[in-house]
């Protein structure tokens, strides 16, 4: 990779020169800008986003980087963030990853390069040398929702743990004995945690959790209704489909009634991520809600207090059950919101 010596180098300039032609400086020549920025096409040269980002000054201006805008439960997540950030006088620019790595990093690099003073991620891998590199410079950081494991960042996010197995319990409960998972991306900590709890609750209860039952999606509805089409092929199909986020969910929603299928009676559905358009499917789809606009919120004090100075602290906090119709259930609607939003 091209460093700014060789982009000075081509063009037969300092390395003072080419940095002030980057900020662009006025007091640089036409001759002298229009060869370092040939020099700067011709080597391919990047500036070094997470070097600029190193300041005394501050912005009041934070970064949000989400794992999908359209993903009801990362609008709501967003939409917290801002309220608090608001509140403590720090403005919010949001970049919106689409699940794709790239994207991802093309906002980390574009928000570093507007000098924020912190930046809240939910990753969406766990290998991104570009936010690895902002860690290590000591760029003030927070990953909300999920996580890079061994990196010393404060996390913080909702353990649906216990609220799986509650949910294999219920179904349990309820006379159902198979029961399928469509899994988000092992790539993310949120896709590898719920699939390994789904898994450990499946054990307690003494039930076989089958590889066919195991569905490979990637928190998109096209993957939630490409998997549950797969389910239903299988000579045994399952009783229940468990949806590993909101999206998915609604995908596999799609590919059960485009059979002429009816929930919960030829099949139950059920998810993680409860969203407010829950309430007003028919049935009501009992889900796993988080507690969505406190951990926009608490994100937001965890990555002040470390700008400011303070000593940030990781918080869990826990997911809930919200049981309603779609897995045969006889007890009534809840209706519950997906988030716990601040009551004026």
Known sequence: MASIKDVAAEAGVSVATVSRVLNDHPSVSADARTRVLAAVEALGYRPNAVARSLRTDQTRTLGLVISDVLNPYF????????????????????????ERPELQDHHVRTLLDRR???????????????????????????????????????????????AVRDLVAHLHGLGHRRLAIIAGPAATTTGSERVEAFRDAMAECGLPLPDAYIGQGDFQADSGRRVTEGFLELAEPPEVVFAADNLMALGALDAVRARGLRIPDDIALAAFDDIRWFVHTDPP?????????????????????????????????????????????????EPSPATNRRQP
């Open 75 to 98: 609008t709501e997540l967003a939409r917290s963030v801002e309220e608090e950030a608001r509140a403590l006088g720090y403005s919010v620019i949001i970049g919106n990853a689409d």
């Open 116 to 162: 924020i003073d912190g930046l809240l991620v939910s990753p969406t891998d766990g290998g991104s040398p570009l936010m690895l590199d902002a860690v290590r410079a000591g760029t003030p950081m927070v990953f909300v929702d999920r996580w890079i494991p061994g990196v010393d960042v404060p996390v913080v996010r909702a353990d649906g743990r216990a």
């Open 285 to 333: 789809i009992t889900a796993i809600a988080q507690p969505t606009g406190e951990l926009g919120r608490a994100a937001v004090r965890a990555l002040v207090d470390r700008i400011e100075g303070r000593p940030p602290q990781s918080v869990t906090l826990p997911a809930r059950l919200v049981v309603r119709r779609s897995c045969g259930e006889s007890a009534p609607q």
